[in-house]
Each structure stands twice: as C-alpha cells, then as structure tokens.
C-alpha cells in the first residue's frame, strides 16, 4: 500500500510538471469536453479551427492538455478526454484491449473526442475491462461532455462492467467506434 | 500467542475488576497461556454523537474491492475509529442517531463467485454489526455519491438506488430489518427523501419525479416540469439539502443555484439563482468537485467548492470555498483553501466547523467564525464522502 | 476479444458495401496504423444512435441479458399502436436530449437496421409529429407496461408467446 502511494507520489509529479495542472491521487485535471451531448452536430469542415476551439470544448481540452496521438500511456492521449479511472495501457492492455485475465464489457457509454492531428472527431466507447480489482497505474480523469448519472448515457463514473463475469473494475479502455 | 493471551486476558478483566487475578478456571491453563501481570486489553466505543464528529467513506481506488468508513473526532482532530466495508460502498446514518448503515457488495471469492449485495446495520457506538440486509436486486455500482442512499426522514426505511439497467430504489424497512420491494423510477436518478413514504429523484430530461409508496412499496410516480436544463447546465448529484425542512438545493455546472422545496406531495421551484457575478464569470470561476456543496441549516449558508477553469470541469478539486445566504442569494465570505478539496461539508451546530477533503489526501478543518484552520488529519488513500451527525 | 474486434469495426451488418469507412492510413493514431483499422464514417443518424443507446444496447442491436433486444425483435413491436407507442415511451427514448425530428429518424433507421425482417408490412416511419404527441405520455411503470404490450402481441399473433421477446429483468448477479 505505502508503494503504490510513493508510486503514485512520484507519477503525480511527473504530470503536474508537464501539465501544470492540478493532479488529485484519482484524477488528473484534463480541463475540457465535448458539449455536443446529441443536441448539436460537430461542424464537418470548421472554416478556423482556432474558431472551432474557442467553442468546441473536446477542441479546447486537446489544446489544453497538448493532445497526441502516439502515446497511450499517458492521459492527454487524445482519446482520453472523457476516460475516467485507470488506463488499460498501463497494465498490460491498451485502448482498445483489455489486460490478459480481465473481461471486456459488452456495455460502455459513448463519448467523442477531437483527434489534434487531423482536426476530426472520433466517437469513442469507454469501455471497462473488468472481472479483477483495479490496476492501480495511470489515473487518469476527463469530463468531456460528461453528464451526471441520472443520464447514465454520457456519465463515466459508472462502473461500466455490465455483462463481464463479474461487476469489478479493473482499467479504462477507449476504444474508437467511427468518424464523425 | 497473542491471540491467546488477549482471550484469557479478557477473561480475566471479565472476572473481576482488579486487573492481576487469577481465576479457578485459568489454573488449567499451561503456564504459557497465563496472563503476566499488568494492563488487561480493554475495547474502546465510540462517545455519543455530537456535532462535530465525522464520518469520511473511502472508496479505496487501487483496492476498489475493499471501502472504509472514517470516523473522525473534529473537534480533537484525532481518527475515532475505522469500519470496513465493501465495493462502491455507501452509507447514512439513522437521524435518532440510533444506527448507521452501511451499503455494501461482495462477492463470494472476492473479486469473482457470488456477488451479494446488503445493507448492514451498525450499532452506532460500539460499531458492532447487528444484521445485514440482502439487497436482491443489487444495487447501482458507481463512485459513491452519497443521494444514491439515504434514509427517510422518520428512520423507518432504507432506500437504496439501483440501475440494472432499469432505475429502481430497494427499500428496506429498518424496524423489520428487511428487504420490501422496489419502486421504479423510469430514467431517474438519486433519491432524495422528504417524508416517511416519498422522495424525489432527478430525471435525464430535467425533470424532477416524485415517488409516494404504500407498505407493500407499491408506487405512484408524479412529475414537475423540466426546472433545468440536462444539455447546457444540468445539475450536479452533491446538493445542500435540509431533510427536516424538505428543502434541497442544487448547484449546476455553470454555477446556478435550484432551490426545490420537497416538503409537499408537489415540489415546489423556486427561482435559480447564480453564484456568480459578471466579474467572476470574467475570472471563469466554476463550481467543481465531488460533494461540492453544503447547507448549514440553522443560518441557511450555503457553502460551494470553486475553482477558475473553462465549463466541463466540473470534477476538478476546489481552490476556494464561498460562502452565501441562501435567503438573499448574496456571497458573504470567499475562503481560500490551505490544500484543493473535492468534498465538503460543515457541522450543523451553533458554531460549525467546515471539513475539507483534500487531495493530499488529508481532512483539513477550519473554524467558520474566522476562516481559521483548526487542523489537518492524514489518513486513508481516496476518501471521497463526509457525513456528519445531523446531516 | 472478437467482440471487442467487432465493436471497433461498427459496420452495420445489412448496409456493408454501403457504409463509408476511413482507412487507417489516414487516421492519425499510433494504435490505428499499428492494427491496420479500417474505421466506419459514421453518419449524424448513425452518430445518434451511437451516443444515446449503442453503449448499452450494442453496436448491433444485442448487447447483455439484462439490456432489451433490438436485433431481430424491435419491429414486432411496429404491428399494434401500444406497440409502436411503447418504443417511444420507454424512459430512455422518451427522456433523450434529441428533438423530436432526429428521434424519429433514429428510431426509421434502428428499427429497418436492426429488424427490418420484424417490423409490420407496410411499416409507416414515425413522424416527427408522431413522436412529439407520444412523448407527451410518460410511462409509470415500464416493467407492468411492457407485459401488457407484449401480452397484446401475443393475442394479434404477431409473436407466438411471451417468451419470444423475454429479456431477463433481474439484475445480472454473476
């Protein structure tokens, strides 16, 4: 236990010095979301995409963090800017699969995030890998279009483990559904 | 050997009041097991409640499968105690102070088998069990929010929200100590109690339900009109609330206040209010946190955790706490945070205390009449929910 | 692990060779290009059903025990008007953030993409106006209600017994 707070001591740090944001034991600070909840659609082809940040929230949390796409482990990957928990990537998994011994759920709720390289958004299903405890590595937090749970639909606090072989969280997957 | 020596040392304290006595039935015992003189183990209880004890639920992230209830002295700013508990798990406490309940599940084996989900009832004194409570329909597994379990205001049931994926509420009658039925509450959320067979819940399209069962939790559901808006500014699961008067507060994402009034059959709205001024909107304040928000009953102060940053941050750990009377919707005090908290909450006496769950993590208490601290307690790994006596 | 494979990939069964995708060359994401993932394009009806129901009812219509069945079974609820009412008001449809309009469009293509086979011959879209008028009418018990439809399917004979559209209500306790 005394490990896994000096660990978690140490990783904290490493964020807030790259970040400057922030950063609680269980969530990190990533800033900004998408607010297109289903009310609104996402403009195709943004005329400025400086424009399109200043009120699309999944661009503005991309820019605030420094999104990218090459590396999963960390929590301003691009898709992250709704996870919330422990990342797969870090034990074993990675967005799109589940660590060896734990359980894809079938269920997950769907958000959407702004891929900083190609200026596209991509919906993605935050998916738990389940049926073990957690793997404590790589907290990570993102509200990006995130809602309460009375609209289960678009809340991440949910432990999203329906349908696995058991209800236990283990990590936090992300996994691309399509372009919008 | 240990062990041994505490049972023969508890039967020897049971035996007399003088701490180094012998009794006929330990000259059986083999030397080695003979209590050596000197202090006998006592078991310590907790005091009668008062204000400014609280009850601090951590869910343990790295070891989500395992919670732990904090029992915490504010006033010494000293651990009381510490209870176990199980996955997710939630808590209230009776308002006679009579018991507290814990809401728990397990499974079989641990982390697979049977899951069984229950509601356990604790002597609030001397923190033995007295039953548990199967839950059969299970119960909704989340990051604790303490309006996903509550206690009616009479004491007599335990409602217990549940999404599978229908959204119901498990009740249990306390003085049966038994599980009775379940009320549904189609795309409804939180429970929200106002009298000893009705409570409120918060719906997806902004609307808020109201649920009036019978003994055989048979149900009527009305409902209000929409009083907030769930796509631009819906209203977050922490609230002020005031379970005697019925009233509940909610804070929004963008900072409004919703006054709902529970206390009849019909609810009654009040108009919102905002929590900030154009300068602060200038300054992109925000409400944020986890349990964000608390109402001191007897003065109607609301106290709300706030942090600057854009929309869509609304779990981030607050910097500063502001202070506002709920009857002119005027802020009277902004204090600034030694340590960012994600929860709050404030004792219901005459000169209440304000704790602070901070992310260190530590609980940082600070006296309301000055903005003084009046310590800081370390203890746990992600605690997350404060209760106090008179909640 | 197949179906985690199937859930990145959403290409709708019936419309294969129509659904646009993107290829993984043009997606800028390490994981993408590593895997070679072809990605869907993912039009706005497509788009709504993903965020408001996909997550529990399944990129294909059939998710868990304790989620309801779209894949081959929500038409038959098309053939009689306490039906075709139902599909509405059930919470989450009734609840959803979408409009009226996008609802009902939603609603025209889960059903011909899900169980076009199921729906009623003759089958009339809903309207806009239609899901307006029925969104008006909350449903207070959903568990006694859908018994009733479904009990009302049975006697039209449009499903041969209840059993047909069973769905566990219990709460998966695994």
């Given at each position: 236990m005394a490990k896994g707070l000096q660990f978690m001591d140490r990783f904290f740090e490493r964020m807030s010095r790259r970040t400057a944001q922030q950063v609680s034991r269980r969530h990190f600070v990533s800033g900004l979301g998408a607010?297109?909840?289903?009310?609104t659609f996402l403009p195709v082809l943004p005329v400025s995409r400086k424009a399109q940040a200043a009120e699309d929230p999944a661009a503005a949390w991309a820019k605030q963090v420094e999104?990218?796409?090459?590396?999963?482990?960390?929590?301003?990957?691009?898709?992250?800017?709704?996870s919330d928990g422990y990342l797969c990537s870090c034990c074993g998994g990675g967005p799109a699969t589940c660590p060896p011994g734990s359980v894809p759920s079938p269920t997950s709720w769907v958000g959407s995030c702004l891929n900083p390289d190609d200026g596209k958004t991509y919906l993605i299903a935050y998916r738990d890998c389940c049926g073990k405890d957690s793997c404590p590595k790589c907290a990570c937090l993102g509200s990006a279009g995130e809602k309460p749970a009375y609209i289960p639909q678009l809340n991440n606090d949910i432990i999203w483990c329906f349908g696995a072989s058991s209800m236990i969280y283990h990590c936090s997957s992300a996994a691309i559904v399509g372009q919008i | 050997m240990k062990r041994t020596l505490t049972s023969v040392a508890f039967a020897a304290a049971c035996l007399a009041a003088a701490p180094v006595v012998l009794a006929d039935e330990l000259k059986d015992l083999p030397a080695s097991a003979k209590p050596l003189g000197g202090e006998q183990h006592n078991l310590a209880t907790l005091s009668k409640p008062y204000p400014k004890r609280v009850y601090v639920l951590e869910p343990i992230f790295p070891v989500f499968v395992a919670g732990k209830i904090w029992v915490i002295n504010g006033e010494k700013q000293d651990i009381e105690a510490v209870m176990s508990a199980g996955y997710a798990p939630n808590f209230a406490i009776a308002p006679d102070h009579s018991q507290l309940y814990v809401f728990d599940t397990y499974w079989s084996k641990g982390f697979r088998g049977t899951r069984s989900d229950m509601a356990t009832f604790y002597d609030p004194l001397n923190l033995t069990i007295g039953a548990d409570v199967d839950l059969p329909k299970g119960r909704f597994l989340v990051v604790p929010k303490k309006q996903n379990a509550e206690v009616t205001p009479d004491g007599r049931y335990l409602l217990s929200y549940n999404l599978a994926p229908a959204t119901t509420v498990s009740v249990v009658d306390t003085k049966e100590r038994k599980y009775k039925g379940d009320v549904e509450i189609p795309g409804c959320g939180l429970i929200f109690p106002s009298a000893g067979n009705r409570f409120s819940s918060v719906c997806s399209d902004g609307t808020l339900a109201t649920a009036t069962f019978d003994a055989n939790i048979k149900a009527t559901i009305t409902r209000s009109s929409k009083f907030f808006d769930p796509d631009g500014d819906p209203v977050l699961e922490h609230v002020g609330i005031d379970k005697k008067k019925g009233m509940v507060y909610f804070v929004s994402y963008e900072g409004n206040i919703f006054p709902v009034d529970i206390s009849k059959e019909k609810p009654a709205f009040q108009p919102k209010w905002s929590l900030l001024t154009d300068e602060d909107k200038a300054e992109s304040w925000y409400p944020g946190g986890w349990q964000l928000i608390a109402l001191h009953r007897a003065t109607q102060k609301l106290y709300v955790l706030m942090h600057k940053g854009p929309k869509w941050t609304h779990k981030q750990a607050g910097e500063e706490v502001w202070v506002f009377d709920a009857k002119t919707k005027k802020r009277i005090d902004r204090i600034k945070l030694k340590e960012h908290a994600i929860s709050i909450t404030v004792s219901q006496d005459a000169e209440p205390y304000l704790f602070t769950q901070t992310e260190k993590p530590s609980l940082i208490t600070y006296n309301l009449k000055d903005g003084s601290e009046v310590g800081e307690v370390e203890f746990g790994i992600s605690p997350y929910l404060l209760y106090v006596d008179g909640d | 692990m197949a179906s985690f494979a199937l859930a990145i990939a959403f290409v709708p069964t019936s419309a294969l060779a129509q659904t646009p995708t993107v290829s993984p060359e043009s997606v800028p994401d390490v994981l993408v290009r590593e895997r070679g993932t072809w990605l869907p394009k993912v039009a706005p009806v497509e788009e709504d059903y993903s965020r408001n129901c996909q997550g529990c009812h399944g990129h294909e219509g059939h998710s868990v025990q304790e989620v309801p069945r779209l894949?081959?079974?929500?038409?038959?609820?098309?053939?009689?008007s306490a039906g075709r009412a139902y599909l509405v008001q059930v919470p989450n449809v009734l609840q959803s953030s979408l409009p009226d309009e996008r609802l009902a469009a939603m609603l025209n293509w889960l059903l011909t993409q899900f169980s076009g086979e199921q729906l009623k011959p003759g089958f009339e879209p809903y309207t806009a106006a239609e899901v307006h008028a029925l969104r008006a009418q909350r449903i207070e018990s959903v568990i006694a209600r859908r018994r009733e439809v479904v009990d009302g399917l049975v006697r039209a004979g449009v499903i041969p017994d209840a059993a047909a559209l069973a769905f566990s209500l219990e709460p998966g306790r695994y």
């Amino acid at each position: 236990m005394a490990k896994g707070l000096q660990f978690m001591d140490r990783f904290f740090e490493r964020m807030s010095r790259r970040t400057a944001q922030q950063v609680s034991r269980r969530h990190f600070v990533s800033g900004l979301g998408a607010a297109m909840v289903g009310a609104t659609f996402l403009p195709v082809l943004p005329v400025s995409r400086k424009a399109q940040a200043a009120e699309d929230p999944a661009a503005a949390w991309a820019k605030q963090v420094e999104a990218q796409t090459k590396d999963p482990r960390a929590c301003n990957y691009w898709r992250y800017c709704s996870s919330d928990g422990y990342l797969c990537s870090c034990c074993g998994g990675g967005p799109a699969t589940c660590p060896p011994g734990s359980v894809p759920s079938p269920t997950s709720w769907v958000g959407s995030c702004l891929n900083p390289d190609d200026g596209k958004t991509y919906l993605i299903a935050y998916r738990d890998c389940c049926g073990k405890d957690s793997c404590p590595k790589c907290a990570c937090l993102g509200s990006a279009g995130e809602k309460p749970a009375y609209i289960p639909q678009l809340n991440n606090d949910i432990i999203w483990c329906f349908g696995a072989s058991s209800m236990i969280y283990h990590c936090s997957s992300a996994a691309i559904v399509g372009q919008i | 050997m240990k062990r041994t020596l505490t049972s023969v040392a508890f039967a020897a304290a049971c035996l007399a009041a003088a701490p180094v006595v012998l009794a006929d039935e330990l000259k059986d015992l083999p030397a080695s097991a003979k209590p050596l003189g000197g202090e006998q183990h006592n078991l310590a209880t907790l005091s009668k409640p008062y204000p400014k004890r609280v009850y601090v639920l951590e869910p343990i992230f790295p070891v989500f499968v395992a919670g732990k209830i904090w029992v915490i002295n504010g006033e010494k700013q000293d651990i009381e105690a510490v209870m176990s508990a199980g996955y997710a798990p939630n808590f209230a406490i009776a308002p006679d102070h009579s018991q507290l309940y814990v809401f728990d599940t397990y499974w079989s084996k641990g982390f697979r088998g049977t899951r069984s989900d229950m509601a356990t009832f604790y002597d609030p004194l001397n923190l033995t069990i007295g039953a548990d409570v199967d839950l059969p329909k299970g119960r909704f597994l989340v990051v604790p929010k303490k309006q996903n379990a509550e206690v009616t205001p009479d004491g007599r049931y335990l409602l217990s929200y549940n999404l599978a994926p229908a959204t119901t509420v498990s009740v249990v009658d306390t003085k049966e100590r038994k599980y009775k039925g379940d009320v549904e509450i189609p795309g409804c959320g939180l429970i929200f109690p106002s009298a000893g067979n009705r409570f409120s819940s918060v719906c997806s399209d902004g609307t808020l339900a109201t649920a009036t069962f019978d003994a055989n939790i048979k149900a009527t559901i009305t409902r209000s009109s929409k009083f907030f808006d769930p796509d631009g500014d819906p209203v977050l699961e922490h609230v002020g609330i005031d379970k005697k008067k019925g009233m509940v507060y909610f804070v929004s994402y963008e900072g409004n206040i919703f006054p709902v009034d529970i206390s009849k059959e019909k609810p009654a709205f009040q108009p919102k209010w905002s929590l900030l001024t154009d300068e602060d909107k200038a300054e992109s304040w925000y409400p944020g946190g986890w349990q964000l928000i608390a109402l001191h009953r007897a003065t109607q102060k609301l106290y709300v955790l706030m942090h600057k940053g854009p929309k869509w941050t609304h779990k981030q750990a607050g910097e500063e706490v502001w202070v506002f009377d709920a009857k002119t919707k005027k802020r009277i005090d902004r204090i600034k945070l030694k340590e960012h908290a994600i929860s709050i909450t404030v004792s219901q006496d005459a000169e209440p205390y304000l704790f602070t769950q901070t992310e260190k993590p530590s609980l940082i208490t600070y006296n309301l009449k000055d903005g003084s601290e009046v310590g800081e307690v370390e203890f746990g790994i992600s605690p997350y929910l404060l209760y106090v006596d008179g909640d | 692990m197949a179906s985690f494979a199937l859930a990145i990939a959403f290409v709708p069964t019936s419309a294969l060779a129509q659904t646009p995708t993107v290829s993984p060359e043009s997606v800028p994401d390490v994981l993408v290009r590593e895997r070679g993932t072809w990605l869907p394009k993912v039009a706005p009806v497509e788009e709504d059903y993903s965020r408001n129901c996909q997550g529990c009812h399944g990129h294909e219509g059939h998710s868990v025990q304790e989620v309801p069945r779209l894949q081959g079974r929500a038409g038959w609820f098309t053939h009689t008007s306490a039906g075709r009412a139902y599909l509405v008001q059930v919470p989450n449809v009734l609840q959803s953030s979408l409009p009226d309009e996008r609802l009902a469009a939603m609603l025209n293509w889960l059903l011909t993409q899900f169980s076009g086979e199921q729906l009623k011959p003759g089958f009339e879209p809903y309207t806009a106006a239609e899901v307006h008028a029925l969104r008006a009418q909350r449903i207070e018990s959903v568990i006694a209600r859908r018994r009733e439809v479904v009990d009302g399917l049975v006697r039209a004979g449009v499903i041969p017994d209840a059993a047909a559209l069973a769905f566990s209500l219990e709460p998966g306790r695994y």
